[in-house]
C-alpha cells in the first residue's frame, strides 16, 4: 500500500492542529501558511509528493 500526501494539505492540517492547540498562535501560522503556499505557487513545487 502506497501513500501519497501533498504538501498544501498536509501543511494545512498542522496549522489547523496548531490553531486547535494555541489560538493566539492564529495569526503567525495563517501568515506562515499564505508565505509557504505562495512560495508552491511561484517555483512549482505543487506536483512534488512526499
Known amino acids: ?3 501519497h500526501v501533498s504538501l498544501g494539505p ?9 490553531i486547535l492547540v494555541m ?10 501558511y499564505l508565505i509557504v503556499i505562495g512560495l508552491i505557487g511561484l ?3 505543487g506536483g512534488m509528493h512526499f
Do not use: C, D, E
Not at 10 to 18: F, M, N
Not at 23 to 32: E, G, K
Open 10 to 18: 498536509l501543511v494545512s492540517l498542522i496549522a489547523g492542529i496548531l
Open 43 to 45: 517555483f512549482g513545487m
Open 1 to 3: 500500500m502506497t501513500i
Open 23 to 32: 489560538p493566539q498562535l492564529l495569526n503567525i501560522i495563517v501568515a506562515i
